[in-house]
RNA sequence: GCCCGGGUGGCGGAAUUGGUAGACGCAAGGGACUUAAAAUCCCUCGGUUGCAUAAGCCGUGCCGGUUCGACUCCGGCUCCGGGCACCA
């Protein structure tokens, strides 16, 4: 029999030359779920590797005068120096980097495999424009209006861009998070209102002396159709134009079109007062021939449903803003049951724009030929090799499409002269198929071979920061859900389970080195050793929890492992010598503990470490270990016994404290690796207390409590509860009205 | 505005199903060892009354409820963090 697979996955870095608290934290969970998982007998998949295109490699290249490609590697060494530092058990071997042309080849060809399906497509539509970066950006990638890297403040252009039907798989995005059950809840909740699924009607209403043209509205409150006073279109609308010419509104509208059109969505947003035109027509109620005034304002988007709304100023809070700034009537009517219009579902998810005008990225491989329009790069020519001479600037058009030898080239169809495609794709397109090509890094055929990602996907247990609750968790979504109805893939959801850590913060602020807070993983390293800054980034916080970091806690943890170290140490030493009070100081006998006691506490420990990994509290099973070594330094037996408790503690500490263990594992005597060792069992049995205390309580409030034997029955607790001093002053003179009982937890006395 | 999280000692946090609130660590105080310091080891450590390591009262953001019993469940507030934000 083979042993389960398991895949352990965290975000691969960005290498930006440093690698911060944030990594380790990210990667000391994954690393402690990857050694667990291996000493449990799975087969473990564990890699790590580079998101290395992108715009800040391109920027500092700028910056230092020199290339990308250049930049970038430097970063990669160096990091990869400060991750092999920390003692990680990936499988170096399966390291890929996206700005590798053996990887951005099959990026490419994914690009191809989407444009063969018609997923990937150009059109030209109002975009985000990030002045700052000098490129668009996704709807996904603006935050409040700037820029999610570099916080300038989006512009919006007209521009022909590739986009990625991502509203194709709209419906399965959002069915499926159902199936996410491994998944925490806000993640899930993030992504169903990013897709915003709503469901409505559509309803005609015809236009008075308009002859046959209709107004075409969305709406989920069908029920609400009474209640319309008022249209309002988009001022975009293509009917508009029709409405007003030769009338005496023309030029209002005209105005107040060119007025919106120099506004951001976010302005448009921003206005507090809805503003808008009348356009002098009126449309019929359908469902009661009223006719009602047809508007225009920027509050109704072109971009969503029809581009024109009924307005209900009695049930809708914008409408009745708007209907109150123009005086419209207000119309509180009985509610429409009939039926009418067609049903239709909206989503608020757009395509993705994968277009950037920038250098460091993976070229588009598109030709465009004058007399064959769009060809895609034919597979054998790939990869569209990124030219290493350009001049960058940063700033102005695509930097490809300033080198003429990568422009240039032959249509693949006709053999014409043509061009290429001069922007480069989106780096998330890059991230969203990394996890694939891990399992078959290495292959110069294929993206990755079919019988590998079916041995290892699903990704078991994927870890990473919330940032990426929408962004890199929908893509990735996406990517599945294409790739398995191309049947490359044997699943359509990436990752069964997903842990989201929170943030290093410090001083209770984000560490960043514009507020001076940032913490060194280097320097902690240097001065109390990887294991320290593994244990303490662990030990500090529930890895969900945001995590304060604290100089005097890691010292903690360094002192901590220290006692380890002395505690191995001194059961080498001949066993004759006893931990004697003279060098513990006055002590009081009575708190040291036993032979016997050890085992049970020993047991009690693995259980209880065991259990705590399983569901990710890494926090409490570190403090399990530190009892335990708390408790076998107050033990007053020979410490020379404890060869199988010193044993069973350093196994229990490997996946935290990989190279202190290791250590002091051979220092035992043992010859192997203590990372082959298999993980400690514990006898259900032996964690048993034979005597237990149970507090009682009189009134619910505690008054008591008492030793009994873990055998004993319910009417031998009760009498002991009822006949100690303490309870018995309660009780004495009062009525037992009710005695509750429950089995090893407590006994309450309810007296009047 | 809407949707999620979260408020527990001086601090980080624990309490897994409603059952001894404060595990473990940090800081603080005391002691042992030492010529001394560092390191190490031991003890105390929520508030309050009290000589007390006698006993009691209060205590998990606030107000109320359910229950023999509430950090935990329910209702209403409040503050902090995050996400979305004219999506008809």
Redesign the pocket.
Known sequence: MTASKFYALVMFPYPSGNLHMGHVRNYAIGDVVARYKRMRGFDVLHPIGWDSFGLPAENAAIRHKTHPAEWTAKCIERMTKQLKSLNLSYDWDRAVTTCNEDYYKWTQWLFLKFFEQKIAYRKEARVNWCPGCQTVLANEQV??DRCWRCESKVEEKPLEQWFLKITDYAERLLQDIEKLSGWP??VK??QR??I?K?E?VVIEFPILKHGESKLTV????PDTLFGVTYMVL?PEHPLVDALTKGTEHEKAVKTFQEKVKHET??E????LI?EGVFTGAYAINPANNEEIPIWIS??????????A??A?PAH?Q?DFEFAKTHNLPIKHAEPFTGEIGKQKV?Y?LRDWLISRQRYWGAPIPIIYCEKCGIVPVPEKDLPVKLPKNVKLTGKGASPLAQVKEFVETKCPRCKAKARRETDTMDTFICSSWYFYRYCDAKNKKQAFAKDKVDKWLPVDQYIGG?EH??LHLLYSRFFAKFLYDQKLVPTDEPFTNLLTQGMVIKDGAKMSKSKGNVVDPDEIIKKYGADTARLFIL????PK????W?D??V???Y??L??VK?LVTESLEPANKLRGSN??????VQ?QVSEPNITKVLHQTIK?VT??IE?F?F??A??KL??FV?VL??SNTSIGNWKLEIGNLLLLLSPFAPQTADELWKKLGNKNSIHKEPWPAFDPELTRENEI?I?V?V?????D?IKVATEADKETILNAAKSTE?IK?FTTGKQII?E?Y?PN??V?L?IK
């Open positions: 935050k409040e809840e806000p909740i993030m209102n990013w915003g709503s409505g969305y709406t989920t409150r988009a969505m976010h448009r947003e921003k206005n809805k920027d509050y109704v988007l072109m971009e969503y449903g029809t581009g709304v009924m209900v809708d914008r909206n608020r919330i609750a929408i030990f500090a916080a529930p929890k945001e995590l304060e604290s005097k806690g010292e903690g943890c002192r901590f220290n006692r002395r060098e513990r100081g006055n002590r009081d708190s209880g259990e705590d569901r509290s926090n409490t570190i403090a530190m009892t708390n330094y107050n205390t507090p309580q009134n619910g409030r505690l008054r409590t303490k002053n009710k509750i429950v937890k407590l309450n309810v």
